[in-house]
């Protein structure tokens, strides 16, 4: 039986189109969720940021637009780590994509050797 997982993607992204493709192969049975049009919730994100065992910080989309047009780059040190959920969870395109969770375990972003160790049945 195919494992389900939450999959909070931007459907034309291509890194997001190959983890969706990568996670059917290991067995995964994905549900996708548009991440700009249906961001997770700040106590969602803050479970899946948990369940990721990695500091916020590691969820920023660096190399996105938002991020630099709101110079987070230099404003971040200075946020908490609730204000940084608030700031995520308020702007989907701020979140580095994909973000693969089952209500256990949370992925953020693709490389097939972290996908084959957290995801393969």
Same mark, same amino acid.
């Given at each position: 039986? /195919?494992?389900?997982?939450?999959? +909070? ?12 493709? +990568? !996670?059917?192969?290991?067995?995964? @049975? =994905? ?8 961001? =997770?919730? @700040? $106590? @969602? !994100? %803050? /479970? ?6 990695? =500091? ?13 047009? !709101? ?5 971040? %040190?200075?946020? $908490?780590? /609730?204000?940084?959920?608030?700031? !995520? $969870? ?7 994509? =994909?973000?693969? +969770?089952?209500?256990?375990? /949370? ?7 972290? +996908? ?6």
């Amino acid at each position: 039986m /195919a494992r389900k997982v939450t999959v +909070y993607q931007y459907p034309t992204c291509d890194t997001c189109r190959k983890a969706v493709s +990568y !996670l059917k192969k290991l067995g995964n @049975e =994905p549900e996708l969720r548009n991440i700009k049009s249906d961001p =997770p919730g @700040e $106590s @969602e !994100l %803050a /479970a899946m940021i948990a369940a990721s065992g990695l =500091p916020v910080d590691k969820w920023f989309n660096t190399s996105g637009e938002q991020y630099r047009r !709101l110079g987070l780059k230099d404003k971040l %040190a200075g946020l $908490s780590d /609730a204000e940084k959920i608030r700031l !995520l $969870s308020g702007n989907g395109m701020l979140i580095k994509r =994909p973000i693969v +969770y089952d209500g256990n375990r /949370a992925t953020v972003g693709f490389k097939e050797d972290r +996908y084959d160790e957290v995801w393969k049945k």
